[in-house]
């Protein structure tokens, strides 16, 4: 079993868990980082010219049902700069625009541990070669972590801050199909399980909205993740973006987004069952407005964020106040009395 990753890098995270009695609802990322690194720290996305075994055939050439790839980072998929030319021109901008020092290299478009580990470690190591850099964050698929690549990651992690964040999606098999992930549930499992044992922090990514799911099916998901051995959550609501499936779907009338107010309580729903040791990440996605179709308030990423924080304050509420109630009935309560804010 892997030690605790901050603890090997002399991190204090436990120092961090103070967030509640500082009175805040939830465990923002923000929070952890400025505390663990003493000051602002930024992720960077930077793009390493990864692909995806779900889109070049290896899996289905169609991808995911939601995924347009330039719809994440489409400057820099275009750019042709190196990883080292991408981290430099942004750390320059920040230091200017916002007086940040401090930044995690994002390895985000794509699959980015599917190649050959040699090849891995070389960008990885180009990225933490940059000044500013103070440790990296790498998505990906639970069906691309072989155990050379895990074990790479496990060697890098105990050189520096790291997190492998893992699109999961939705615990629900069905839906995986439906949304053409290639990949099941129990396999996101083991991944992260693996991840975990060796000492690796793990970052979960969540979409709500998926098509077919109801709102107990995602509160089931949050309850399922809550039990795993991670690092951080980060949730996402579903959008259209041009050029998908999902797309397709929208426009035949076959698929409807979340509404803004759906959506907020369902993040509140869902926070509330998450443990309070868990780093929460991201509470909703933001996407290239020339790629967005659906729907118009991912355009407004502060106003979601807004709300999520007046509907915590409005039930009295906060981050894992549900965690040990037990598992969500199918009327959508809990199975023991509603303990949230009642103090």
């Known amino acids: 079993m892997g030690t605790n990753p901050d603890k090997r890098l002399g991190i204090n995270s436990a120092s961090s868990y103070n967030w509640r009695q500082l009175g805040y609802r939830y465990y923002s990322l923000s929070f952890y980082l400025n505390r663990i690194f003493g000051g602002k720290t930024w992720k960077v996305s930077v793009d390493g010219g990864f692909h995806c075994p779900n889109a070049d055939g290896t899996i289905s050439h169609a991808g995911c049902l939601f995924c347009n790839i330039l719809s994440f980072s489409p400057s820099r998929r275009r750019s042709g700069l190196t990883i080292r030319e991408q981290l430099l021109q942004a750390a320059t901008h920040l230091r200017e625009r916002r007086g940040i020092q401090k930044i995690i290299a994002y390895f985000q478009p794509g699959t980015n541990t599917y190649g050959p580990p040699d090849k891995l470690e070389r960008l990885y190591r180009e990225a933490l070669s940059v000044p500013d850099v103070v440790g990296l964050a790498i998505g990906t698929r639970p069906d691309c972590l072989s155990e050379e690549v895990v074990k790479l990651l496990a060697t ?3 050189e520096t801050w790291l997190t492998v964040e893992i699109g999961v999606q939705s615990s ?12 099941s549930w129990e396999d996101a499992v083991n991944a992260i399980q693996r991840c975990a044992n060796e000492g690796i922090r793990v970052t979960v990514h969540l979409m709500f909205g998926l098509p077919g799911e109801t709102y107990q099916q995602m509160l089931e998901t949050a309850e399922k993740v809550a039990e795993l051995p991670i690092h951080g959550v980060k949730i996402h609501n579903l959008y259209v973006a041009k050029d998908t499936g999902l797309a397709k779907l929208y426009e035949a009338g076959q698929y409807e987004p979340l509404s803004q107010d759906v959506y907020v309580n369902m993040v509140c729903d ?3 069952r998450l443990p309070p040791h868990i780093v929460i990440e991201r509470l909703t996605a933001e996407t290239d407005p020339g790629y967005l179709i659906a729907p118009d308030w991912c355009r407004r990423k502060g106003e979601t964020i807004s ?12 981050q894992g106040c549900r965690f040990s109630e037990g598992p969500t009935q199918p009327d959508g309560l809990s199975s023991s009395p509603n303990k949230c804010g009642s103090t």
């Open 156 to 158: 890098l992690s105990q």
């Open 172 to 183: 629900h098999n069905a839906t995986l199909r439906r949304i053409n992930r290639g990949h």
């Open 270 to 272: 869902a926070l509330e």
């Open 307 to 318: 709300l999520i924080g007046k509907q915590l304050e409005l039930r009295n509420t906060y």
